[in-house]
């Protein structure tokens, strides 16, 4: 899922990724009925990446900048991070989980 301005659609492409992005308006001056919809149900996904992301951004050593010394070491603490993350609580409840 990413933003209107993100332009990674043949990078998802190749590893078979499906990219979940809200519609354009293009001109334009409103959606259709199904496109407000798609809009409506990314937007309420939406919420809960921003959950996590929030999460993320509790751990003290993401608050700062990283040194050129530490860039090198970026990926493997946004793995521990991100691990950390999975073992916490739920974003929502177990019976969001299915429809």
């Avoid at 301005?5 to 293009?26: A, S, Y």
């Avoid at 951004?57 to 993350?85: R, S």
Wanted: glycine share 6%; with cysteine; charged share 25%.
């Amino acid at each position: 899922m990413v933003d209107r301005g993100f332009r990674i659609d043949d990078i998802c492409n190749e590893k078979g990724v499906t990219l979940i992005r809200p519609p354009f308006l293009r001109g334009k001056s409103q959606f259709t009925k199904t496109e407000a919809l798609l809009t409506k149900e990314i937007a309420s996904a939406r919420v809960h990446i921003e959950r996590v992301n929030q999460r993320l951004k509790t751990f003290k050593i993401l608050q700062n900048k990283f040194t050129w010394g530490h860039v090198h070491l970026a990926h493997d603490i946004m793995i521990i991070i991100i691990g950390i993350c999975n073992l916490s609580s739920p974003i929502f409840s177990p019976d969001k989980f299915y429809k």
